[in-house]
């Protein structure tokens, strides 16, 4: 008995000493993110993140892992867009983190599927795949509701259809190339396919 205490209070100091020795998060300076924000990225995204150009993404209630490491790989021209490049590379990795955690705290507005004559494929799509292509369910990595799974997967819900098309088709002609699961799942679809399951993730909620 005596030799299980024993074991089970070096267990203990182990773990303290481990979680001791762990790197401290990164700190996080919302209003500096707020400001940053204001002054790099409202006049494409919406003030509040909630953007209204079809092709420029909503970026409210995003995971904030995944912008951070969006905006790093503009930054860096690992992700290939000029206009972001330019924007990206004035910001530092503290910036990006600022703005990315600030961006997580904004609500998004709920958005619209508005093609009814598609919207059941897009669902099918979205929920099923397309078996015989081997196209695997979009929900699998983006959740059912399309909230996405943080530090991994974005958060899709409510998504502007025309972004999410710009999106599919760079991710399957290879103009994106930061993602490769993204690019095989991709250059499986068709126009119609994507489309239909973009308007479809725009009613997402």
Not at 32 to 49: E, L
Not at 170 to 176: A, I, L, N
Request: glycine share 8%; hydrophobic share 40%; with cysteine.
């Amino acid at each position: 008995m005596k030799s299980l205490a024993v074991l089970l209070t070096a267990t203990l100091l182990a773990a303290t000493a481990s979680a001791a020795d762990a790197p401290a998060a990164p700190k996080v300076d919302l209003a500096k993110g707020s400001a940053s924000y204001a002054a790099v990225c409202a006049a494409c995204h919406g003030a509040d993140g909630n953007s209204s150009v079809p092709t420029q993404p909503t970026l409210a209630e995003q995971h904030p892992e995944y912008l951070v490491k969006q905006l790093l790989e503009f930054k860096s021209g690992v992700r290939k867009d000029p206009v972001m490049q330019g924007f990206a590379s004035t910001l530092s990795e503290a910036d990006a983190r600022n703005i990315a955690y600030w961006l997580a705290t904004q609500k998004a507005k709920p958005g619209f599927a508005k093609n009814k004559d598609t919207v059941l494929l897009g669902e099918r799509i979205y929920r099923g795949g397309i078996q015989d292509r081997r196209v695997p369910a979009c929900a699998g990595c983006h959740s059912p509701n399309g909230a996405g799974i943080p530090a991994q997967y974005p958060r899709l819900a409510g998504q502007l259809s025309d972004y999410t098309v710009k999106q599919l088709t760079s991710f399957r002609d290879g103009g994106r190339t930061n993602n490769a699961p993204m690019h095989d799942v991709s250059a499986k679809m068709n126009d119609r396919e994507i489309k239909a399951v973009a308007d479809y993730i725009a009613g997402l909620r």
